[in-house]
């Protein structure tokens, strides 16, 4: 406990950590209607009311080892004000009125990626993590980090404070967890369990900062109800539209053997339909049909759907577009293409308040 307030103590919020973070497009943004990703290894933004793309950092690169690059994970703060992303070494938040950067210093070595941006809750305050402890292999131990703390910062007072530890499983000694994500009403963390150099778990849990309980995953697939079509795999990615209404998520065609998926073509990514449905009538869904990566944001009045495509399945791991739906129009829109285009994604995160189950939240839209 003395390691992990020592090195609390010693992280220090440091302006202007990126110096190079530059001056974008935010005109006419009365509904704050951006959104944020990362291309080759830097921070972007698109404004869709004036249609251009800008660039927020400018240093980062590629990393050929990496599919993340020198920054990545964007996240904007519900009020438009601040935008949090990461690096390997160090989360940064930005304020857009002033164009200042800061820095928070990662604890977990980078090797693990253990640390993580959970995201903002509704009233614009920052969750992250930090993992104290390494995973540590050798013929005579085997042992993962000893703590994953949660904390929560406030961009105006820029003060961290303590919130959580999430949980660890006491066995096997190499395990530890890795944060996801941060409900809207900031109470509830998903996370996954992970094994040092083993990989990830495949269960998502949520952890009731409050209570200090495990909480069933409320967007697992049992209690979305969502029935998929033979030969096709939901995946853990879905959006919530802000309105609550719609219902957008992933599936992909292939099948599911025991905890593994098993893609249709194996030798790249598998044929991925965008499914869009009422929530309040599951069934009555539409689809559209392409390589997608990954899912994306919302736009804030409900009626674009972001989501990354690998134009070529030959080199769908350095090579995406980033593409968005409009559900009004039913158009098709390329905003940008790059030779890494990713963003932070809701990997079977829980939103609305932390409900329990999907059909709560649906009985009172």
Known sequence: MKKILLLLFLLLLIPNAVGNAQDYETAGTTEFDLFYYSKNGNIWVYNHTVQNTSQLTQDGELDPLSWRGSYYSPSPSPSGAYIAYESSENFYIHTVEDQSTIHIEKAASPDIAADSLLGWDDKNQLYFTLTYGECIADQFELSGPDAVIVYRYDPVSQEIKTVGELPIPAEPEHAYAIGLNISPDGKIVTYQSVLCYAGFGSAVNGFDLISGKIVPNPEDADQLNIKVDPGWVRTSQIEISPDGKVVAYLVQEGFQDGEFFIPADETG????????????????????????????????????????????????????????????????????????????ISAGSIKHSGETAFSNYLSDP
């Open 269 to 344: 990514p598998s044929v991925t339909r965008l499914i869009l449905a009422p929530t309040l009538q599951l069934s009555d869904a539409q689809y559209y049909e392409a390589n997608i990566v990954n899912l994306g944001k919302w736009s804030n009045n409900g009626q674009r759907i972001y989501f990354s495509v690998a134009p070529n399945t030959s080199d769908w791991t350095t090579h995406r577009r980033l593409d968005y739906l409009d559900i009004v129009t039913g158009e098709l829109v390329t905003v940008d293409e790059g030779d890494l285009i990713n963003f932070k």
